[in-house]
């Protein structure tokens, strides 16, 4: 397996290459009529693999903006939803390893997915390449603003809830059934493609709850039209303090979605040094960190190897909560 070297570490474990203000000098091992060219000399194609709208969504398109200046490149945004992002990435997979076409990916996909979904082409973290890691962001149970449930106890004596998720496999997903299921309510689990139609869904009242990120949830809750009813991490948030912690009620449930970049494993340690670096770059620019504070994230900063581990001890972490529980979480079958 291939990793992206640590940050402190990277100029020096690619001692072959010149200093970051040559790097764009750097040999594409891509086609022939880029056999010879410098990487990059032409636009790199960044995928979405959700709806628009969502949290993924905005961070992609933020920090892709930021990207373009150290790159010397545009950086084109496209959506292709699906899967909570495996068909995007299966498209990546099976396209050219040159870096000219990278994507957006997440923790839940590999920590979550594979524990209820049977899918026995999945997406591995082995087949990918973590360029660089981006935002940590925690999940919050919502409803309208005019729903008849002022509290979660109240929502949790329905007699039966419809509620939203962002897909199969998702952090939204394995929250929510959880908490539905520990509690022993009939819920009807009724996933989207994404943050994006799980809030309009929720905003047009057609579900009755959903678990979402701050992100996608905040801006709402400000304006009274959604309801935080509790959070999903280990203390209270910062910018919802007064929503008390699913722990905190008593329910054993931890979840949280970590967002990053990839491209194919086998791509050239050069271009990935290139992309690197750029993106590095990106993070540290003052419009990227007010996008993140303006949106409600957190950065979630380490090497390719570091992020790797994290999402393996994740897996053990969500499969001893389901085990715990008892709940059989809704598949795509």
């Known amino acids: 397996m291939q990793h992206p070297l640590p940050r402190r570490g990277l100029l020096a474990g690619l001692a072959a290459l010149p200093p970051l203000a040559a790097l764009s000098a750097c040999q594409v091992q ?76 997440v923790k839940s996909l590999f920590a979550i997915g594979p524990l209820v979904v049977d899918d026995p082409d999945a997406v591995v973290i082995e087949d ?38 962002t897909g199969v496999g998702t952090g939204s997903q394995l929250s929510a ?44 809750i400000e304006a009274g039209d959604m309801r935080p009813l509790c959070v999903f991490s280990e203390e209270r948030s910062v910018f919802l303090d007064n929503v008390p912690t699913a722990l905190e009620l008593n329910y054993n449930i931890l979840v949280d979605q970590r967002r990053f970049i990839v491209v194919p494993a086998d791509t ?25 504070a303006d949106n409600f994230m957190e950065r979630w900063e380490v090497d390719g190897m570091e992020a790797e581990l994290h999402l393996a001890e994740a897996t053990e972490q969500f499969a001893a909560q389901i085990a715990e529980s008892g709940v059989e979480l809704g598949s795509a079958e």
């Open 30 to 105: 891509g086609g022939a009529d880029e056999a010879n060219a410098t990487f990059p000399t032409r636009a790199v194609d960044f995928w979405v693999p959700f709806d628009a709208g969502g949290s993924g969504d905005l961070i992609s398109r933020a920090i892709a903006k930021a990207a373009e200046k150290p790159l010397g490149q545009s950086l084109p945004v496209t959506n292709k939803p699906g899967a909570n992002g495996a068909v995007g990435l299966k498209e990546l997979l099976a396209g050219k390893s040159d870096g000219y076409t990278i994507s957006l990916a």
């Open 177 to 220: 059934g959880l908490l539905f299921g520990i509690a022993g309510v009939e819920a009807t689990d009724v996933p989207f493609d994404g943050g994006g139609p799980t809030v309009t869904a929720l905003l047009g009242q057609d579900i009755d709850a959903a678990s979402l990120s701050l992100a996608e949830t905040m801006p709402h």
């Open 268 to 292: 050239p340690d050069e271009v990935v040094g290139v992309l690197t670096l750029a993106f590095e770059e990106a993070r540290e620019g003052s419009e990227y960190g007010q996008f993140l």
């Open 128 to 165: 990918l390449r973590i360029i660089t890691t981006l935002t940590n962001e925690g999940y919050v149970l919502v409803v309208h603003g005019d729903s008849p449930y002022q509290t979660l106890d109240d929502l949790l004596k329905a007699d039966k809830v419809n509620f939203g998720t």
